[in-house]
């Protein structure tokens, strides 16, 4: 079965500052995985995934994150944060070879400070 | 470019009334997926439809049910609401069934609370 750790319930960092959210997986099959982000009372926008090929993605709004098979983890990594980075970040993996069947991590609530 | 639309966004019940949950996918998109989010709480895959047919299956009680319609709307029924079924339900839609090619895009959510 597969599960997602996030390490992090929260992460609080300066503007401009870099920042890693640190997710780790278990997955008996092959690996899916993707990062979603979530500001306050909205719904979930899809940042990078990782499918196959290179294991460093690159998403949007500057994120990226690598895929590490030996380590199991999928970390995300912004190299300078802006306050509009604020909001809370799932890590999640494929429940079922879908992109749609999501089993998602606890969350990590980003606060980034002036 | 169209989304997911959720109707409504808003939603208050009272403990054993019934909810219905409605989704409206991105034009094309044949394959919905409901998701519950608690509060403070990551968001649970409830059930998935293809082409009008259930596909996939979660976490989703006895008490509630979906359906997918010819125009692949689809509505998700709570029956004897419950305190703890107060969350936020999310809808995502997708083209082409099930497979990992096909990206998932969410909707904003309808936000269900109980009282």
Redesign the interface.
Known sequence: AQSVTQLDSQVPVFEEAPVELRCNYSSSVSVYLFWYVQYPNQGLQLLLKYLSGSTLVKGINGFEAEFNKSQTSFHLRKPSVHISDTAEYFCAVSGGGSQGNLIFGKGTKLSVKP | AAGVIQSPRHLIKEKRETATLKCYPIPRHD?V?WYQQGPG?????LI?FYEKMQS?K?SIPDRFSAQQFSDYHSELNMSSLELGDSALY?C???FGG????????????T?LTVV
Do not use: L, M
């Not at chain 2, 709480?41 to 895959?45: A, G, I, K």
């Not at chain 2, 099930?98 to 959510?109: H, P, R, S």
């Open positions: 394959t997926y709480q990551d968001p649970q895959f998935s996939d979660g999310f995502a839609s997708s099930i497979g990992v090619n096909t990206e998932a895009f969410f909707g904003q959510g936000r």
